[in-house]
């Protein structure tokens, strides 16, 4: 049987439209709904890290205002609030939120091309949450061994949780990457295989190609957090050696020996560094879109923006060990992963070279999404500055488990993703629920937040610097450490009670605005791209109506000479308006336009 | 189709070809999607080998002996690793009839495929059954543990029960699924569908056998 595309067998393939509730909002195979669930829980279970991490700031603070936290709970807070964020939170959101609605939306397509398993991803990430809520609650409470999990010191008595809280953490990170490599392969095979006439990969939104890449990296990193996941359970629950050496615990050898902390150290790792960039890449995407719609411009460098995420795809593979200098490494070994860590740094600033050069010049709307975006490329450059010297062996050793460390990651990973994450949801809201959201609401909490966060973690890098070690409960006195240091705690913890409460802007906003915002314009941005060409805001199941979109150009078309408006949609034929189609430039002939 | 993206060779091409119009490659998604799957999976096993052999080196007490662990008599002297052999046999015999299942398929020959798939399932199962024979000698007769033996590294036992254990649910679920596929094709399921399904059922099935015969390579031969 000859073969035919998905997008050339749309007439025959029917859409099964639910009836009952539960069809439609619960055990819902639209990808919107279900984008729109994880999204939901993601964010729900960020707010308890949230809370989290101002329990703890709490206590570095104000010690005793707060001494309801005794150190263990600072421990057990301090985990599952890294855990949480990076995991739950980000990678949920980007991946599990952002890729479902965004994906067939933007590739023209009616919904993933297994439905079916992306809604059961939904559920078993639900299961993986409860879980590790449920360590909560359980006799010990949660891990407290920091979101690493390190042994053998996470299941040694001594660490908080070490024996109900880091099995059920265990198993709650298996069963979400079970949740995970479900969705993940259909966003791959969606991207690859379902996209509609005429939009070939070097047309895509570089939204898609950012989700695309970093779900490509989840499929093959996660692999390695399973398998250590799996061996660490069977130490604990098991008995056997894996991880665990040769150990005396008050005066008594255990019943370990010969297995290699390392390991772990390599197996986590090599699921950790990548993970960074299962968070980074779509936040680029994403960013990249945002800017160049309310820039008025075509994004600066299309090709080379896709080049750069598959080369930080690919390169994030080979510097995991850049984390575990202080383990001990042969010289050559640390010769090789800084030197592989640096050149990452070459097409990373590319992409915020030309991200700026989308600015420049542009026709620039300052709407909440833009304000988000441009501070974005402020702590995405500040975060990126600090880890150049994270980068090096030896700047490293007497930085590393310091606050300069805390100060690096939040900037990179913590507070640009976030300002991304909500550049995209008040840019796509309009879409998602059709209602405008309060402008100066959202510009406000944007103050609130890009100042605040900086008032968090810029006196974090002096702390680091003058030796404040990261993961302790309280400073003491000791001889290195000014007085001062203690004051500025002070300070940072203010700051981020601020920045938590003014979250509340964010959800009063969103929330408020579902029933009572004005009716949105169905491309109130006037965006090209194929999402904002839907018949429906929002869009209702199916997406398109009778038939498939065709696409004519790339998803870039802004301010274009001789156009009717400046903006012309994927979907216009070139026999309507002009195009400037980078794939109508023979590449070979036209070198420099090719490539710009 | 964009008249840039037809023409080019060699690097170009390949580019072009991987951004080509609609999809890269004439695939249908379901066999994409497997093959994405199983390259996943395959960081999985490598992870569980790496995590092999380094145990293997920084253990404190000497390897035992495997060949004569696995050894097994039939009356007279024991033959190292006999069953091994058996059940590698066995596997790979069945890649074999899921390959010719596979053929008998694109051709509909409807009760073909569905004997030749069950008789991948019957020998899929049977060797998950010489690997609870084999378990159970090692656990009852040997006195084999997760945490503990009596020829040496600890870590022995460990590996052995996690990485055959992980491969033995492999091939446990693929004997689920192929029977599935199976019943579905004696019920004229894909008459319309097309019996892509079969094939990539035995994608599958191929790379369980193949993660064995790693998994044979280093953990009895090495
Ligand atoms: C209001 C927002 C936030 C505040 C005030 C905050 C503050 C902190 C502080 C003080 C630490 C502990 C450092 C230590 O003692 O070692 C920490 C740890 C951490 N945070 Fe945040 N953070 C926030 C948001 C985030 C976000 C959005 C992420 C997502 C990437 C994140 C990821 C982490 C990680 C991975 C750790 C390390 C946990 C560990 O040491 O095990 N944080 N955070
Ligand atoms: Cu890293």
Redesign the interface.
Known sequence: ?A?V????RDHEMEMHHPKTWIGKWVFCQDHKVIAIQYGSIAIFTGLVGLILSLLFRMQLGFPEAADFIDPSFYYQAVTMHGMIMVIYLLTALFLGGFGNYLIPLMCGARDM??PFMNMLSVWVFLVSVIILMASFFVTGGPTGGGWTLYPPQTTLAGTPGHDMGIVLMLISLAVFIVAT?MGG??Y???V???????????RLPLSVWGIFVAT?LA??????L???A??ML?DIL?????FM??LIESGAPL?H????PI?FQH?FW?FGHPEVYIVALPAFGLVSDVLSVHARKNIFGYRMMVWAIIAIGGLSFIVWAHHMYVSGMHPYFGFFFATTTLIIAVPTALKVYNWVLTLWEGDIRLNAPMYFAIGFIFTFIHGGLTGLFLGNVVIDLPLSDTYFVVAHFHMVMGVSPVLVVFAAIYHWYPKMSGRMYHEGMAKLHFWCTFLGTYAIYLPMHYLGFVGVPRRYYALGTTDFLPPSAQDLNTTITIAALFVGASQLLFLINIIWSLRNGPKADPNPWGAASLEWQTPDTPPVHGNWGESLPTVYRWAYDYSVPGAHEDFIPQNTPESEEPTVDE?????DTDESMADV | MSEATASHEGITGLVDDWSADKQAYHVPWGKAMMWIFLVSDTFIFSCFLVGYLNVRMTTTEPWPPQSEIFALSFGGDPIPLILIAIMTFILITSSGTMALAVNYGYRKDKVRTFWLICATAAFGASFVGMQAFEWTKLIVDEGVRPWGNPFGAPQFGSVFFMVTGFHGLHVSAGVIYLLWVAFRVKRGYYDNKGFEIVEIAGLYWHFVDLVWVFIFAFFYLL
Not at chain 1, 5 to 8: E, F, G, T, V, Y
């Open positions: 049987m073969y595309p998905l997008a050339d091309v297994f490599t392969l259909n791959v095979v969606t690859l295989q379902y996209r509609c006439r005429g939009l070939t990969m070097m490509i499929l093959f990193a996660f692999p390695a399973l398998v250590a799996i061996m069977f098991l008995g056997t050696s894996f050496p040769a019943d020996n010969g297995g290699s390991l197996l090599f794939q109508h430039f023979d590449p």
